[in-house]
């Protein structure tokens, strides 16, 4: 029994320090508050690694694709499937919000004005920068994979140079890679201490006013988490598929849970898909573009908004408002970035795109900060599964030459 544990053993290390952080920041928060910096600088670290983890592994991958036809099927299947996977989690989200209102009861002083930017999506700084500079930040991932895909073409198109490049590249993510395995080693301590702060950080009275939308979420969340997560693994790869997520899904949904950010988990959703089984060549190349485009929590957590705020101003849930809720929860799933406190552009959109006082903004901020944690459960997690997906769907067939060979030793053997 223990032998069989044993793979699982570095994900309930994780487990359990996020539970001890947690109890710690409800039942200790003057001392949680002080070991902040500690979770901050585990944060920073995976931070640090992004941007030449996301270069290095989207060039590296292009690089080495003869097939750009193949390469055009994966981002068509990317887009699909985060569309799809924004939709489905927002409509279930409504749809229970309506039966099991969740602002019922709650009065909100809405007197509060908050100076707020335009709701507008800037497409253009979203997919490009203005300077090479810029590709160094991580708030500017989305460029970075606009031109790490551009440069792996021009890699697997440049002859001998190009082979001699490529062959650096898989050298230099290799070692990218032992680097995050390095840094993972501290992760239960700086996952717990990060906790830690972020519970110590909740005003207990804003839990109770918002009791019901937070325990509605959560409810939705876990079932979505294992229901979701078993419905997209079997169109993946049937039965198999889904018992190796599940093998795996622990520690990437730890860092999650943890970390509050779907970037700073990035590395580690890296690692877990490899682990996973999925071809290496489909997770460095789906996987950070579904980061940044496959956002069902947040499109989840969008739509929930949308309800609450609709119920607390008294306003009627049309099926007009259903079908914009759909579209806003699309969108905000594509605009809000993966790094903590990147949701606050999804308020302002939602705000201003739905008519609303701009008073109302603040609410949203509560409602989105104590449902982080689990939003972006669902953002890390079901990009394993949105990979799965694009592996069947796109990817290369795999022959498993693992099942064959040890036939034929048995074969020499007798």
């Not at 309506?98 to 507008?120: C, M, R």
């Not at 409810?219 to 997560?229: D, F």
């Not at 860092?255 to 877990?272: D, I």
């Not at 308020?347 to 989105?368: D, N, Q, Y």
Request: charged share 10%.
């Amino acid at each position: 029994m223990w032998t069989r544990l044993e793979p699982y053993k570095s994900s309930f290390v994780l487990l359990f320090a996020l539970i001890v952080g947690g109890l710690l920041g409800i039942y200790a928060p003057t001392y949680a508050i002080k070991l902040q910096p500690v979770g901050q600088i585990f944060l920073n670290l995976l931070f640090m690694i992004i941007v030449p983890l996301v270069g290095v592994s989207v060039m590296s991958s292009i690089a080495g694709m003869t097939d750009l036809k193949r390469l055009g099927r994966i981002m068509v299947v990317i887009f699909i499937v985060s569309i799809a996977m924004a939709l489905i989690p927002a409509a279930g989200i409504v749809l229970l919000a309506l039966w099991y209102n969740p602002a019922q009861g709650v009065t909100i002083d809405l007197s509060h004005s908050v100076k707020g930017g335009s709701g507008e999506m800037d497409f253009v700084s979203m997919v490009t920068t203005s300077d090479f500079v810029g590709l160094f930040s991580k708030s500017n991932i989305l460029a970075l994979i606009v031109i790490a895909i551009i440069a792996g073409v021009a890699i697997g198109q440049s002859a001998d140079a190009g082979r001699r490049i490529a062959a650096l590249l898989q050298d230099a993510n290799t070692v990218i890679m032992k680097i995050v395995s390095i840094i993972m080693q501290v992760a239960p301590v700086g996952l717990g201490c990060y906790f830690a702060a972020t519970m110590a950080s909740q005003d207990a009275a804003l839990l109770m006013t918002f009791a019901r939308a937070i325990g509605l979420f959560m409810a939705a969340t876990l079932i979505y988490y294992v229901l979701g997560s078993i419905f997209y693994s079997w169109i993946g790869g049937g039965i198999s598929a889904v018992k190796a997520f599940w093998r795996h899904a622990i520690e990437p949904s730890a860092t999650a849970l943890g970390t509050c950010s779907s970037l700073g988990t990035l590395p580690v959703t890296l690692r877990a898909g490899k682990a996973m089984g999925i071809n290496p060549e489909i997770v460095d190349v789906s996987i950070p573009l579904l980061v940044n485009l496959n956002k069902g929590g947040v499109a989840m957590i969008a739509a929930l908004k949308i309800v609450f705020i609709y119920s607390v101003l008294g306003l009627p849930f049309t099926s007009e408002t259903f079908f914009l809720a759909m579209l806003i929860a699309v969108l905000s799933a594509i605009i809000v970035g993966g790094v903590p406190g990147g949701a606050f552009l999804g308020e302002i959109f939602i705000v201003t795109t739905l008519g609303l006082p701009m008073e109302a903004i603040p609410l949203l901020v509560v409602l989105g900060t104590i449902t982080d944690a689990p939003a972006t459960l669902i953002n890390v997690i079901h990009d394993l599964n949105a990979a799965q997906i694009v592996e069947r769907f796109a990817g290369k067939k795999r022959t498993e030459p693992q099942a064959s060979a040890p036939l034929a030793a048995d074969g020499i053997a007798g």
